[in-house]
């Protein structure tokens, strides 16, 4: 399946336009990885472990995405918008969403 923020596809005929298709996820986030990511707020650098649930999180939503386009007899989401952001007082919840229009093409 095609999956792109764009809203065509060079070379490729849009048939017909289905309906917008969403999936979103909202992780919670782990004591002790949040002790460690206060570390790194001191003494900076990166967040391998933030890093690693942000990417699971980010690939189940378009997988559920994906899902949600072949249910409709799909074989192409365009258009998609993506939206991360953090929840909660102090962001301890990540949010991940994604939409999209599916659509099918030539």
Do not use: C, W
Request: glycine share 12%.
């Amino acid at each position: 399946m095609i999956v792109t923020t764009t809203n065509s596809i060079e070379g490729r005929r849009i048939l017909s336009y289905h309906v917008v298709v969403t999936g979103q996820t909202i992780m919670g986030a782990s004591i002790l990885r949040d002790f460690f990511a206060s570390i790194r707020d001191v003494v900076g650098g990166r967040s391998g472990s933030d890093e690693k649930v942000l990417r699971a999180a980010r690939d189940a939503v378009l997988a559920e995405l994906e899902s949600e386009a072949r249910a409709r007899g799909t074989n192409t989401i365009i258009g998609v918008d993506l939206d991360d952001g953090a929840l909660g007082s102090g962001g301890p919840m990540l949010m991940v969403s994604r939409s999209g229009t599916a659509v099918s093409i030539a």
